[in-house]
Each structure stands twice: as C-alpha cells, then as structure tokens.
C-alpha cells in the first residue's frame, strides 16, 4: 500500500500531546458495569472482546517480500472494519461519530461521523470506501475509509491498541471541507473536542482491541 519510507512517516504523531491528552481524557474510557442495574451508554462487537485480540479479518494488507507484512504468518488481512454495536444512548441523541485510534502509535485508523441516531449498530465492513453509513474522514494512510491494523514488526512496544469510541451528540458534526482540503482525522478530532466543551457530546463509551506482527 505504502513505502517503507512512506509508513514510516504515516506512523508519526499526528496530534499535539496535549490534544491527544484532552481527547483521551473526555472520551478515551468506557464505564463498564453489570447492565442488569443500569442504563448507561455502552458499545460491543461480535468481532472481538474487549481487551481481545483483533482477528485477522481486521488487520491490514501492506505487502513485504510477497506476504502480508501486518501479520505474523504472512496470512492476509481483511481489512474490514468490526462489527461495532451500542445501546442505552441519552436521550437528545441526534447523531453518532466512531472512530478507531491506535493509542500506541497515535495513529488514527477511522472515522465515521454524522451516523443517525437511529442506528444502534455498524456491521462488519462499514468502513469500506463510499460507505452509507456515515461520513468518512480521511484517516492516518491518507484513505476515506477503515484501513487495519498494521503495527511495525521488531520495533517496542509491540502489542499495540486499537479503541473504538462511538460518540453520541445532540448535533451533526459540520466539518470544514473543500476540494482541496477533505476532512481528515485530526479534523474530526479537533470537531470532537470542541462539541465536547459545548457540552454536545451526550456520552461516549470505547472497547479495546490488541495486536502485534510481532513473534513473541
């Protein structure tokens, strides 16, 4: 998909610290508890658990030596986007936002936003290209659309990981765009954290994925 020079470059810290901070601190934790007593906002996946590892049907296809260099075999990856599910939103949900950020690398793998409040759920592959579910920022490879997982091999922390944060908001996310310059993820960043300190941001709960190319 990319040079080697290329990925490396595409795995440089795309935010500030301090904004990555800000945003991890309004949104970075689910509240996880027994739903049998309560009614707060929380998301799942059929595809994974959280704290599990990702499954190669997630993971990404960069082509090293003529296998997969995002896995450890060698194996292909699907590169499709999990199945990700909510319920419980607060009430005055008038949109959602999900997106997938690798906080080891700071690297942002998708974004979907302006999702109707009446969905509950995004099926596997959602993040293709031209998807109907929502509107898509460009993410960290620089495509409009979910892009896997692909941690470099050798290089420490190894096992890196993936949360998946859907926001519930009581407005659309009007994201500044042109023809020249689409939205990309610190965009959706940046639009995220400003509704957030309007107080537009309802809820918002994540779930965790791991991975590593590495052998261990």
């Known amino acids: 998909m990319t040079s080697k020079k290329n990925r490396t470059t595409a795995y440089l810290p795309r935010l500030s610290l301090g904004v990555i901070g800000l945003v991890i601190a309004l949104f970075g934790a689910a509240t ?11 998301v799942s996946s059929t595809t994974f658990t959280n704290n599990g590892v990702l499954p190669i049907g997630t993971i990404s296809n960069i082509v090293v030596g003529n296998v997969n260099g995002c896995s450890i075999d060698g194996s292909p990856g699907g590169n499709q986007s999990p199945e990700v599910s909510w ?66 091999v050798g290089v420490a922390p190894y096992t890196h990981r993936y949360v998946v944060t859907v926001y519930a908001l009581d407005e659309d996310l009007d994201l500044p765009q042109s023809a020249n310059f689409p939205p990309y993820a610190e965009t959706l960043w940046y639009a995220l954290v400003r509704a957030a300190q309007e107080g537009h941001v309802l809820a918002s709960a994540s779930i965790t994925g791991l991975y590593s190319a590495t052998p261990q």
């Not at 996880?32 to 929380?42: K, T, V, Y």
Request: proline residues 8%; aromatic residues 18%; negative net charge.
């Open 87 to 152: 319920k419980h939103a607060p009430w005055g949900t008038r949109s959602f936002a999900v997106a997938m950020f690798d906080v080891t690398a700071s690297f942002t793998h998708w974004g979907i936003y302006n999702i109707p409040a009446s969905t509950t759920s995004l099926p596997t592959n959602a993040g293709v290209a031209s998807s109907t579910f929502g509107a898509q920022v460009y993410n960290d490879f620089y495509l409009a659309q979910y892009s896997g997982p692909c941690p470099p």
């Open 32 to 42: 996880f508890s027994d739903e049998r007593f309560d009614d707060h906002f929380r």
